[in-house]
């Protein structure tokens, strides 16, 4: 029972981002995506940090964990959620959600690179098929006819306009983010970090859209209950508890087969977008989200593939490396 209720905790963060991208994905025209990622950080932060002492856990991030806290700030909450909110404007949750979650692909070469988690030829072959599905995904299709058509030639930028480039930013920053939080946690609580690190990166996002609106009577939207109750859902439940739960197994989880549970965040995000916004993905998007999900399954299990005697007491905890 306590294992079912651990491996529920794990994947109600994902669930929650995957149901919090369709409460955001209506919000970021009318409210500004900047704007958007704001409200998202420094109201969870607030929770969390009031909520610290219910938990018995310490305020205060070691002064050791100083440089890489700040680094961690930067690129898991201004950079990421910037980035987040600018795609989710151009593309629809369902999709935003899978190319967000393409980042347990990067996490798995991140952590064998400085963990030293194994990826054995299974775990290979499935980060060659989230590759291809990524291509199916997020490259727009006029690079797609270019390539199989010999059409006209596309810039950069062309790529760049597109809400794909700043989801695929996205995952990169998450990845980064998700290695980095053990770098930060040294010596400091992983709650602590999480909440410190979503009031203090949402500064820059706040500034920056004071910058984009120029006329202060203008910051805030002019939104219905319903919508700043969507508002409140995201920042609450989509971040305050999502990202604290998140962090805090990515603190103690083996990386590579704990953020593979990411898989599950597209479905959550294509089933409430799909009912509630109406969003359909192309064929060619959807032979990606399989591509993705079977990439993400196979590296997740990956010593079970590869040796099919392999058992384990516990099944939540980490995987010896190889």
Same mark, same amino acid.
Request: glycine share 10%; with cysteine.
């Given at each position: 029972?306590?294992?079912?209720?651990?491996?529920?905790?794990?994947?109600?963060?994902?669930?929650?981002?995957?149901?919090?991208?369709?409460?955001?994905a209506?919000?970021?025209?009318?409210?500004?995506?900047?704007?958007?990622?704001f409200?998202?950080?420094?109201?969870?932060?607030?929770?969390?940090?009031?909520?610290?002492?219910?938990?018995?856990?310490r305020? %205060?991030?070691?002064?050791s964990?100083?440089?890489?806290?700040? +680094?961690?700030?930067?690129?898991?909450?201004?950079l990421f959620?910037a980035?987040?909110?600018?795609?989710?404007?151009?593309?629809?949750?369902?999709l935003?959600?899978? !190319? +967000?979650d393409?980042?347990?692909?990067?996490?798995?070469?991140?952590?064998?690179?400085?963990?030293?988690?194994?990826?054995?030829? +299974?775990?290979?072959?499935?980060?060659?098929?989230?590759?291809?599905g990524?291509?199916? !995904?997020?490259?727009?299709?006029?690079?797609?006819?270019?390539?199989?058509?010999l059409?006209?030639?596309?810039?950069?930028? &062309?790529?760049?306009?597109?809400?794909?480039?700043?989801?695929l930013?996205?995952?990169?920053?998450?990845?980064l983010?998700?290695?980095?939080?053990?770098?930060?946690?040294r010596?400091?609580?992983? #709650?602590?970090?999480?909440?410190w690190?979503?009031?203090?990166?949402?500064?820059? !996002?706040? #500034?920056f859209?004071?910058?984009? %609106?120029?006329?202060?009577?203008s910051?805030?939207?002019?939104? &219905?209950?319903?919508q700043?109750?969507?508002?409140?859902?995201?920042?609450?439940?989509?971040?305050? !508890?999502?990202?604290?739960?998140?962090?805090?197994?990515?603190?103690r989880?083996?990386l590579t087969s704990?953020?593979?549970?990411?898989?599950?965040?597209? #479905?959550f995000?294509?089933?409430?977008g799909?009912?509630?916004l109406?969003?359909?993905?192309?064929?060619?998007?959807?032979?990606?989200?399989?591509?993705?999900?079977v990439?993400?399954?196979?590296?997740?299990?990956?010593?079970?593939?590869?040796?099919?005697?392999f058992?384990?007491?516990n099944?939540?905890?980490?995987?010896? &490396?190889?």
């Amino acid at each position: 029972m306590l294992l079912i209720r651990q491996w529920l905790l794990m994947v109600l963060s994902f669930a929650l981002w995957g149901t919090a991208m369709t409460a955001m994905a209506p919000l970021v025209d009318s409210g500004g995506p900047m704007l958007v990622a704001f409200l998202r950080l420094l109201p969870a932060g607030v929770i969390l940090l009031c909520a610290i002492p219910f938990l018995g856990r310490r305020w %205060v991030i070691a002064t050791s964990d100083l440089g890489w806290f700040l +680094i961690f700030t930067v690129i898991d909450a201004s950079l990421f959620q910037a980035c987040l909110a600018r795609g989710l404007a151009e593309t629809g949750a369902g999709l935003g959600s899978v !190319l +967000i979650d393409s980042q347990p692909l990067m996490v798995a070469l991140l952590a064998r690179s400085l963990f030293g988690e194994a990826i054995n030829p +299974i775990g290979w072959f499935g980060l060659i098929l989230g590759f291809v599905g990524i291509i199916c !995904l997020g490259v727009p299709s006029e690079f797609l006819s270019h390539w199989w058509l010999l059409g006209r030639d596309p810039t950069i930028s &062309t790529l760049w306009t597109h809400g794909e480039g700043w989801m695929l930013a996205a995952a990169v920053a998450m990845a980064l983010g998700t290695v980095l939080i053990r770098f930060a946690c040294r010596d400091s609580d992983p #709650v602590a970090v999480t909440a410190w690190h979503m009031v203090l990166g949402s500064i820059p !996002l706040f #500034v920056f859209h004071s910058f984009q %609106v120029g006329d202060l009577s203008s910051l805030w939207p002019q939104w &219905t209950s319903l919508q700043w109750t969507l508002m409140a859902y995201a920042s609450v439940f989509g971040s305050a !508890l999502a990202y604290g739960l998140f962090f805090w197994f990515a603190n103690r989880e083996e990386l590579t087969s704990f953020t593979s549970l990411a898989f599950l965040t597209p #479905v959550f995000a294509l089933a409430t977008g799909g009912l509630w916004l109406g969003e359909r993905l192309e064929w060619l998007q959807w032979i990606g989200v399989c591509l993705v999900l079977v990439s993400v399954i196979f590296v997740s299990q990956r010593r079970r593939f590869w040796e099919p005697n392999f058992s384990s007491n516990n099944g939540l905890t980490r995987e010896s &490396t190889k």
